[in-house]
């Protein structure tokens, strides 16, 4: 995946965030498009490959038989990284329904990062690295409860691996399993199969 800058110009460093907040809510992103903002930037990033949605299909429809009614699980919503400034749009979110279905109608404004249960990313050739670390770290320190990076790209064979137990920026505890196995997300009282991940 690659991604375009869009400067945020000669704001005063107090002020950026709100700058680049206002410039992300008037953008009119082509379809299938994501804008998100990291270092300072508006990053827009075009769409998936089609085997990358077809594992968000699997995940999403493998967590629907398993999670809470007051559970909801979302594309393309935007969480807001407070710590450090940034706002990414991952791959899924799980999050209270109640906290989505009260946002305000009239603002787009980002969901709290803190207040999702589960990320996902699945990462694409160009930006797998920026999944392992990157956004890793960030949601470390939002802190997400859960972080679940799938990674068709491993080098050592497609991978899905949960991160849980944000503590001080890190996360205390990683499984990694390749696909084929099961991923216990003890955070949504599920389990996720891997075996039909398009690879």
Known sequence: ???????????????????????????DVPEGWRAEIDEGQIVLVPPPHALHNGIADAVQRSLYKGISDELGIYQTLGIHIAPLDKLYVPDLVVMERQLVDGADPDVNDPMDAADALLVVEITSKSNARDDRTKKLWAYA?????????????????PTTTLFTGPLNGAYKHAERVPFGEAVRLEALDATLPTERFPV
């Open 141 to 157: 320190h939002a802190p997400v409860e859960s972080y679940l990076l799938i990674d068709r790209f491993d080098e050592h064979g």
């Open 1 to 27: 995946m690659t991604a375009a800058m869009v400067e945020s110009g000669q704001a005063h460093p107090g002020r950026q965030w709100d700058y680049l907040l206002r410039s992300w809510r008037d953008l």
